[in-house]
C-alpha cells in the first residue's frame, strides 16, 4: 500500500476542530463541531451544520456524513434539533443518536460526525438507526439512537431489550461477532437500582445478552491473548433512560481483521472483581481495525485506573493525566507486539479524535489544560457527565490511525 495512501492531517479550525485519514484511497473525517454558547438554539444548530458543511467542503468535498453523535444540554430541545438536521441533510440522513451530555462549554448542543468520501464507496441508508457503507471489499456498520422498546422498567430488562435491537441492526449489514465498538449511555449511572448499582445491572445485561454472542468465531488473528469483545464507553447521561449506538465491520478479506487490546498496566475489564462488579464488564481496552499495512484502533471509554483500583481520588488534573498515560501505553508499539502483531503501534500524535467527559463542569478548564498539552491538535469534544465510579472524575475515549512498519 502507497504511502500517501496512510495519511492522517488534522485541523484546528476554531469552532469545527477535525482530522482526516486516508485508508486505501478512500478519505475518513472526524469532526467536532462546537457552536458558540449564548445564542439560541437554532443559531448554535446553524453553527454546527456549517462549520460541517465548510469543513467538509474544503478538505473532502464529496464526503457524506454517515453517523454523527448530538449532545445536548436540554432534553427538550432534541425534537427542534432533529427537525432542523433532517430538513439540511434531507435523503442523506447520517445515524444519530442525541445524548444527554452538556458541552462544557455552555453551548445548548456539539456534534461529533464522521464523514467519508462517497466518491468511492457504496452508502446505503436505512433511516433512522442504520447508514452501511461499503468499499474495496469491506463494510461498516453505523447504527445509533437505539433506545428500549420494552415495558420492563429496570435497567437489565430494558438494556437486554436495547442490545437485541443493536444486534438486529447490526446483522443487516454484518455478524453481531464482529461488532467493532458500542456506546451504552446509562442515566443516573452509579445511582441505585434496587438493592445494587444501575451500572451493575447494565453489566449483568451485557453479560449475560454477549453468553450468545460467538465473537472471535471468525477471527483469523492467531494466538489470540485476551479475551474478544467489542471495544466500549459505558458512560452516564442526564436522562433517566438509556441509550446505544454501535459500529460492526465485516469483510472476507485475510488481511483485514479485528484485534482486541488489553493494557498491561490494567486489570481486563471482563476479570475485575466482583467488589466493582458482580458481572463484570465485558469490553476491550481497544479494538484495532488492521487493514493490511493500516490499523483504525478504537480506544474504550478510559479512566484513572491502574490494575484495577482508581488513582488520583479528588484530583482532576492528574486523574487526567493518568488516563493519558492509560491511553498511550494501550496503543503503544510494544503492546501491539505483546498481542502478536509487531510492526504496529502508534502515539498520541497518531491521535485522530477523542472525546473528554467530564464530572463536574468546575473541573473543565483543569482536564482541558492537560488534554491540550498532551495531545495537542487532536480533534476533541468535552462534554459533562457522570462516569461508572463514583470517584472517578474524567474519561476519555478516542481513535488513532497508524501504519504497521513491516
Known sequence: MALDQLMLKKYNSIGSPHS??????????????????????HKQAGQSLAAIRTALAKNCPASSVVAQTVFLKNADDQRACGELFAAHYGAEAPVTTYVLQPP???????????AIDRKAVKIDRQPPHLVSVSYNNVTWVHCGGIVPETPACGVYGRSVNAFARMRGLIEKGAGFDHTVRTWLYLGDIVGPEGETQRYKELNRARTDFYQRVPFGRSHRMKGLKYGMYPASTGIGMGDSDLAMAGLAMDTTRKDVFLLPLENPQQTPAYKYHARHSPQSPKFCRAMAVVFGDAVITFVSGTASIVSSETKH?????????????????LIAADNFAAHNL??????????????????????????????????????????????CRPELLVELEGVAFSKINR
Not at 30 to 36: H, I, S
Not at 313 to 329: C, F, K, L, S, V
Not at 353 to 366: L, Q
Open 20 to 41: 482526516v485519514f486516508v485508508l486505501e484511497g478512500v478519505s475518513h473525517v472526524a469532526l467536532m463541531a462546537v457552536p458558540e454558547a449564548g445564542v439560541s438554539l
Open 104 to 114: 462544557c462549554n455552555g453551548a445548548a448542543l456539539a456534534v461529533e460526525a464522521w
Open 313 to 329: 481520588i479528588g484530583d482532576p488534573a492528574r486523574q487526567t493525566e493518568q488516563t493519558i498515560d492509560n491511553i498511550e501505553r
Open 342 to 387: 509487531p510492526g504496529a503501534g502508534a502515539t498520541l500524535g497518531d491521535m485522530a479524535a477523542v472525546r473528554v467527559y467530564v464530572k463536574r463542569p468546575e473541573d473543565y478548564a483543569k482536564c482541558k489544560a492537560v488534554c491540550e498539552k498532551r495531545l495537542p491538535d487532536v480533534p476533541g469534544v468535552y462534554v459533562v457527565a457522570d462516569v
